[in-house]
């Protein structure tokens, strides 16, 4: 069967299954649950919570595999425990820090020279809130009636999960008329010497015990620039190891300006560098080795602490799809514009899918819509389209939409109009914070109302300011409707209102004051 064909067909017999399993709900049980639910993350538990609210019988399997070091954690996935929440809040204690020395020019009497990040104490404050959320978490899944094993669960056939209730019980089996796989991923280490047994990743960084002191942050995704940033508002001293460019898949000149921002916050790069191995010497410190691939330079320096960020991967091994005969794509699973997989009653939802956007809010929407579909009739498909994502940098980087080199490659240049522009924040001047890297811009069709393709930002509080633009953009946002939208003064959201100046005008994008 073609890969069209395949989708095609599996998203029509999703859809049919869902009306059937209405109209036929009485005539069960034929399986012990009407919806299994392998993986207890963003994706997983708002399927599974979904799917129960519209009267199905769920089972949610969820286990978490210790890190290298010994790290695990509770229900909830990596948002939760290893991601967005810890990430958040670490980059939070870290613009507080930034915030005291800027009372001091706003007249506040802080001795800003002693003062200093306790932590210990960080880790133990963002550990006690995972674990209240832990704690809602499976009160949650009691009361809307979901039940939850804290087990791996594995295909034994298309229909039927294998799972050990605990370490050393006999292997039980559980039945059920569809399955869900949400499982989501977990962090790469590189193949070289000492990097499992001497590193770290963002599944450990969270609930680190010791300071991390000098870092060596290997990778230049989001999760690399966010964990080198946040150390350096702690205190600590990251250097990142750039393999080949800073944020890929992210728009080139926002990428590159959100590298320059850290550059001048004194984060050094390691540009075009690759780890070749890692040793821990005399004193407990780690010697790392690496090579430079565009002078083929060997090198090598002391951290206290590597930590690697140079990707993930799903977590597929556990699982058995052969026997279930689920298709896969390298260490991601193939499913269609319904979520279906290569075996029609078998879907999945979140991070362990291929070729879509790995992000919480994605994961939590498409599981409702699948339950949906599912148990209550609903034909609704997710849209992964100009889905809005924000890097937590000290400036952070917010965008939605196309960047400005994929309107160019779908387009064509001569029908993509850029507008652009620098920008003061109010209150960056009384301090005398660098306004350098502060810029936003917006990528429109050069015709008619020029409809907006994608929105980029670079400034305070970027995800804020991008969240309700995001809903503009979907609706359908012009140039025309963005200029004549009165801002709200003086807020940085305002400058999107204010957008006058194209590249091609070659014009100075540069404001002469904040109210120019």
């Known amino acids: 069967m073609s890969t069209i064909k395949f989708l095609r067909s599996s998203t029509h017999n999703a859809l049919r299954s869902s009306l059937g399993w209405c109209r036929h709900a009485a005539s069960r049980p034929r399986y012990n649950y009407d919806l299994v639910v392998l993986g207890g993350g963003s994706a997983g538990l708002a399927c599974a919570k979904e799917a129960a609210g519209c009267g199905a019988r769920v089972l949610c399997f969820d286990y978490v595999k210790p890190t290298p070091v010994g790290t695990k954690w509770g229900i909830g996935g990596t948002c939760v425990n290893v991601g967005c929440i810890p990430k958040k809040l670490m980059h939070q204690a870290s613009l507080l820090g930034e915030a005291v020395h800027e009372a001091v020019a706003y007249g506040w009497n802080v001795d800003d020279k002693n003062i200093r990040p306790d932590w210990g104490k960080l880790v133990r404050s963002v550990q006690n809130h995972i674990k209240s959320v832990n704690w809602v978490t499976r009160v949650d899944l009691r009361d809307k009636k979901v039940e939850y094993v804290n087990s791996m669960g594995s295909f034994r056939d298309s229909h039927t999960i294998e799972y050990v209730a605990m370490p050393g019980a006999e292997h039980r089996q559980v039945t059920s008329e569809y399955v869900v796989v949400a499982v989501g991923g977990r962090p790469r280490y590189p193949d070289i010497p000492g990097a499992v047994e001497l590193g770290i990743t963002s599944d450990d960084i969270f609930s680190y015990e010791r300071e991390p002191g000098r870092t060596l942050v290997v990778g ?17 001293e990251p250097t990142v190891m750039v393999r080949s460019i800073v944020l890929r898949g ?11 921002m850290m550059t001048e916050r004194g984060i050094p790069f390691l540009g075009t560098t690759i780890p070749k191995a890692v040793e821990r010497q005399a004193d407990g410190r780690l010697l790392v080795r690496y090579r430079n691939t565009s002078t083929q330079m060997d090198g090598s320096d002391v951290f206290d602490t590597v930590l690697w960020a140079i990707g993930r991967k799903g977590l597929i091994e556990d699982l058995n ?29 979140g991070d362990i899918i291929y070729g879509r ?9 498409s599981g409702r819509l699948l339950a949906r579909r599912l148990f209550a009739g609903s034909t609704q498909l997710m849209d992964y389209a100009d889905v809005a994502t924000t890097v937590f940098t000290p400036l952070e980087y917010s965008c939605v939409g196309m960047s400005e080199e994929t309107a ?3 387009r064509g240049a001569d029908n993509i109009e850029v507008f652009h522009g620098y920008y003061k924040p109010t209150e960056f001047f009384i301090p005398q914070k660098s306004v350098r890297h502060c810029y936003l811009k917006a990528v429109a069709e050069v015709s008619g109302d020029q409809k907006i393709l994608g929105l980029h930002y670079i400034g305070p509080v970027a995800g804020e300011v991008i969240q309700g633009f995001a809903a503009a953009l979907k609706s359908g946002l012009t140039v025309k409707t963005l200029l004549n939208t009165v801002g709200i003064h003086p807020t940085t959201a305002e400058e999107f209102t204010r957008l006058s100046i194209t590249k091609r005008s070659g014009r100075d994008p540069t404001p002469a004051s904040c109210c120019s």
């Open 408 to 410: 160019i490659e779908l």
């Open 357 to 365: 956007p790995e992000l919480t809010p994605v994961a939590i929407l």
């Open 250 to 260: 992210f728009d080139r000149q926002m990428s590159e300006l959100l590298a320059a």
């Open 220 to 236: 230049a995704g989001y999760v690399g620039l966010e964990c080198a940033c946040f150390l350096k508002g702690l205190g600590y």
């Open 321 to 349: 799809l052969e026997a279930a005969g689920v298709k896969t794509h390298d260490d991601k699973i193939v499913v269609d514009a319904a979520e279906a997989t290569s075996v029609p009653h078998i879907f999945a939802v």
